[in-house]
């Protein structure tokens, strides 16, 4: 058998594994096909894309991001019908937001989320503390996605949420955001960390701008409103792993926020 016989023959169990939600089956298919042919370039793709860390739970002092589940059903709907934060999120969801329905059921199925669609999410929770009780608890503040995953060149778009104005500026974005890049660089291996901000939206550009990305272009009249049916302007910007690496901003804030340099 050539060695595109076997990664064929590999993927094809990778295939059954996951059509059968059966994720350990296909982990374990990939380990034994990688451990016969290491420098598989198509095998190692595959491994990338069923990094368990894509669904894993990351967390501050303060901020955590874990990966939803039906439970959150509720919390995601009222985000997804909530006009003012969809603006700034997604808009291209305003007009024809899921029904709660359709949300229980995708995050039922939020584990094999990755494989089908190429996307993965969080809620994004902050500390809270219960009168009366030293013992603190994480309540929801937003939604973080990483999504358009291109394992080939090791690159994903970056999306980011906080519902409520009051939690905007109470630095939950940018850790939030440290959170994600140590993910994507340090434990996933991503090449390139793509955001695209509407042009209007100047206050998340200047975050973007501020925490390393780079401003690639402007994608003109890339989104029609649902809802007004203007044209939106889109700024495409990004983050290569060695602009991560060298940024002495992002090394010192996440001393502060972290609690260790993520860059290094």
């Not at 059509?19 to 095998?43: H, I, M, N, T, W």
């Not at 937003?142 to 999306?159: D, F, K, M, P, Q």
């Not at 100047?202 to 401003?215: A, H, I, K, M």
Request: proline share 5%; net charge positive.
């Amino acid at each position: 058998m050539s060695v595109a016989q076997f990664e064929a023959y590999v993927v094809r169990a990778l295939n059954a594994a996951i059509a059968k939600r059966d994720l350990a089956s296909a982990r374990l298919a990939l380990q034994q096909g990688l451990e016969k042919v290491p420098g598989s370039r198509v095998l190692r793709d595959w491994a990338f894309l069923l990094n368990p860390a894509w669904q894993d739970t990351v967390q501050a002092k303060n901020v955590r991001l874990r990966p939803p589940n039906a439970s959150d059903a509720d919390y995601v709907f009222g985000c997804f019908t909530d006009q003012a934060f969809m603006r700034l999120y997604n808009p291209a969801r305003l007009a024809t937001p899921p029904s709660r329905e359709q949300i229980a059921k995708a995050l039922a199925n939020a584990s094999f989320s990755l494989v089908n669609s190429r996307s993965t999410d969080w809620i994004i929770e902050k500390r809270a503390t219960i009168p009366g009780s030293s013992q603190p608890i994480f309540e929801p503040v937003g939604l973080a996605n990483l999504t358009n995953i291109v394992a080939g060149h090791r690159r994903a778009e970056y999306l980011m949420g906080i519902l409520s104005p009051e939690d905007r500026g109470a630095g939950i974005a940018i850790t939030t955001s440290l959170l994600i890049f140590d993910l994507v660089f340090n434990r996933l291996g991503c090449h390139k960390l793509s955001v695209v901000v509407m042009k209007d939206n100047r206050l998340s550009q200047d975050t973007c701008l501020s925490l390393g990305f780079v401003e690639e272009g402007v994608r003109r009249s890339h989104v029609l409103h649902p809802l007004d049916g203007n044209w939106i302007d889109c700024c495409d910007s990004a983050m290569l792993e060695s602009d991560f690496r060298g940024n002495s901003r992002l090394a010192r804030l996440s001393r502060r926020l972290l609690g260790r340099d993520v860059t290094g």
